[in-house]
């Protein structure tokens, strides 16, 4: 529902890092690989469907971004945050 990073809520619980293996923008496809690492996350635009992986999505203002790599700025999170369902 909004531009941000879809990830893992059970990795968030352990990690405010993570590695950005992707980004989707709204109307593509993404070619994902078979197997996500832990800790790894895609930018994802409002629109864009979530890879089915991923259960939860922390919006860009609570992020802070360098290169390949995101910080998780927020301690409120739940499973499914910010995804809306079809």
Excluded: H
């Amino acid at each position: 529902t909004m531009d941000g990073y879809a990830l893992n809520e059970i990795d968030l619980r352990s990690s405010k890092e993570f590695y950005i293996i992707g980004e989707i923008f709204a109307g593509d496809t993404w070619d994902y690989p078979k197997e996500i690492i832990k800790n790894s996350c895609v930018k994802i635009m409002t629109g864009a469907p979530v890879p089915i992986f991923f259960d939860t999505l922390i919006k860009v203002e609570d992020t802070d971004r360098d290169k390949n790599e995101v910080r998780i700025l927020t301690d409120n999170f739940f499973k499914g945050m910010n995804i809306a369902q079809q």
